[in-house]
DNA sequence: AAAAAATTGTCTACTGGGAAACAATAATGA
DNA sequence: TCATTATTGTTTCCCAGTAGACAATTTTTT
């Protein structure tokens, strides 16, 4: 029950990589070191490397915001989709998160039993699964939507306001997502 | 032993967000849509949605490249921190990489046994372990490290080149970790 | 020197999440 | 119409990765 994933897990923190121990900072490629400074090398110019610990250190500060709230980043996702989306199949909503659709079967009957979502087979497709958010969801949304804009406005760790701002617009470009917040 | 992670399972894809099915990509902004298109809504500000997205789509191309050398991320990134910082400590190097000691191990081991990695205890610290690479290691990393090379010269998907060494310049700022390849 | 506290790697148990196969249904083609 | 193919949610099995406790060892305090 401990909070846990947007999709990924991670509770509390304990690595997140930063500057090491050591404190020559200083350009300094030699080899066999024991002292505390790691060279990363061309890792540092890895894009699937740098989004990795990138993403670790955002959700360590989403664990830290949302920690009075009992919820993981997958079922915000959800809650926030489902609200803007009511009716949207079940199907659809995985592939747009980004999750396989045999998780997502978990994810949301969890929430259904939480009294969270509301799951109909609508009647042009009996295979399918529409999805809504109840009362309880919507309520839980309105208590979890503030919160969520706090977290943001704050700006990414190491990043000013307007590097944070061009940040994600860079990473909403590549994943061809278009604004759609108040910002 | 099918690929698998950058710390990070993944292996196929299937998802990946991107524009739905549906054509119509105006601003509408109506509820209740049996169609194909998705909402966001203020998660497309969110920096810990975007980067779990970027992250996923990212490793889907990393999983195109390294296709024919059965590799997982985490594998690769070990070797790469390995070959730059022979006689790291085992747990300094988890702590590099934001993965859990615990986890760490059982990599480590796996490599070591695959012949890939040389585990000593050090004679100062007899509850430590040092690591190295094996000239298979090392042979292993003169193979990769090119492959790498290539699919990050690639640049990101939807985004130029110039917006990716951005993206990427952002990205090790608000990691703190410094360039240290010939990009 | 002894005792308390911190580190380091490891173990066990548990969770998130993917792969592949499946049944039910829908769509398509002959 | 009937047979084939595709879609949708689900089930089962498995692996990556975490949490928390642990023993062995430093390191720090007294």
Known sequence: MGGSA???????????????????????????????TVHYGPLSEAMGFLLRLAQ??????FFRSFEAEDIRPGELTV??????????????LAKSLSIKRAHMTKMVRQMEDEGLILRRVPEDDKRAME??????????VAVLGPILAEHEAGGAAGLSQTETAEL?????????IRNGASG
């Open 6 to 36: 947007w999709p990924l897990a991670l509770r509390g923190q304990e690595s997140v990589p930063g500057r090491a121990p050591g404190n020559a900072a200083v350009d300094d490629p030699r080899k066999d070191r024991p002292d505390g």
């Open 56 to 61: 670790l250190k955002s959700f360590a500060g």
């Open 79 to 92: 809650l926030m989709v489902l609200h803007e989306n009511p009716g949207i199949r079940q199907g659809m």
């Open 131 to 140: 999805l809504r958010l109840t009362e309880a969801g919507e309520a839980r």
């Open 168 to 176: 994600k617009r860079l990473l909403r470009k590549m994943l061809n």
